[in-house]
């Protein structure tokens, strides 16, 4: 069944490359995310391709797509839709906010309210909508990708610490390298590469995908592993708030999503050593002193990671190999 992961996951990985020039592990972190059935948050300053790279996933997958262009003005009903009363029939007519689509571009989410934000708490979580108490199921494969600027900028609303635990990964794209920018200045001279971009993948092969990534097997040790470090942020003395069983759920899915996407039906320790950043760094939160200290969440999920013992290997041995 890994086969099938495999195949979707390189398929659209080198489609959206052809968009998104030098980041490729970036890009494999975002099908990662479309693979557990979670959604994706991309943090970084404006211009890098955080909007594009959302597009050409959307593109390279046969899905409905829409765009929720985030700002202070916006009402939750702008993003799940509304109720209408129709004079003729007289009744209320549904009609379906952009959340209605499977795959939902979310620009600049923290432009948003925190009341508007949390339009999208039920939907991320429950894939449903519910307007004027009639719930309203919505269709798979569902995926939030939402992009958003540094909470350091104006204009910005932080997100609400229960929306970020609904992301199963945070990522930061980072600016290109001098020779990844000419290229992308040659991609782009003519025509953008994302107008010719087309469907590599459809909708029944990413639910079979989807599926086939969670019967990659975990051993006991594995899961104690991924238990000991999501427990040992909870533990940190520089951290308020550690990751939460979210956090547990969704490190697991990422570690059998990567196994999977390289062609094993097992997983290993260093899954959960590449992912664990991605997967929990946002999820924590710094007390006051780590704050004054300058001390990042990354930084301490790394130091977990050196710091908890790896199944089937002695601590004399795990420093003897570095």
């Not at 990985?13 to 968009?19: F, G, L, M, P």
């Not at 620009?107 to 948003?112: K, L, M, Q, S, V």
């Not at 200290?293 to 290997?313: A, E, H, M, R």
């Amino acid at each position: 069944m890994t086969t099938i992961v495999q195949s979707v996951a390189e398929r659209l990985i080198d489609n959206v490359a052809r968009v998104i020039i030098g980041k490729r592990n970036e890009i494999r972190m975002v099908v990662l995310g479309l693979l557990c059935q979670g959604h994706v948050l991309l943090e970084d300053v404006p211009g890098v391709g955080k909007t594009m790279l959302a597009k050409a996933l959307a593109r390279s997958v046969g899905a409905t797509f829409s765009r929720i262009q985030f700002t202070p003005d916006m009402l939750p009903s702008d993003v799940t839709g509304v109720s209408i009363f129709n004079q003729r029939t007289n009744e209320f007519e549904f009609r379906p906010g952009p959340i209605m689509a499977q795959i939902v571009l979310t620009d600049e989410i923290n432009r948003a309210t925190p009341k508007t934000q949390s339009a999208l708490l039920e939907t991320m979580e429950e894939r449903q909508v519910t307007v004027d108490g009639t719930t309203y199921p919505l269709q798979e494969p569902f995926l939030v990708l939402a992009t958003q600027n540094p909470i350091e900028y104006e204009g910005t609303f932080p997100l609400p610490e229960a929306q970020l635990d609904r992301f199963i990964v945070r990522i930061r794209l980072g600016y290109p390298t001098p020779q990844e920018e000419i290229a992308m200045l040659d991609a782009q001279q003519l025509q953008h590469p994302l107008a010719t971009l087309r469907q590599v993948v459809s909708s029944e092969e990413l639910l079979q995908a989807q599926r086939a990534t969670r019967e990659v097997y975990l051993n006991y040790d594995m899961k104690t592993y991924i238990m000991e470090v999501v427990g040992a942020t909870r533990r940190h003395p520089d951290v308020y708030l550690g990751a939460s069983p979210r956090g547990t759920l969704a490190l697991f899915r990422l570690v059998q999503a990567h196994a999977a996407v390289l062609g094993r039906d097992y997983c290993v320790p260093d899954d959960v050593k590449l992912l664990a950043e991605p997967a929990l760094a946002h999820r924590v939160i710094l007390g006051p002193t780590a704050r004054t200290k300058d001390i990042s969440t990354s930084s301490i999920v790394q130091y977990i990671l050196n710091s908890t013992p790896i199944p089937g290997v002695t601590v004399g041995q795990r420093y003897s190999q570095h």
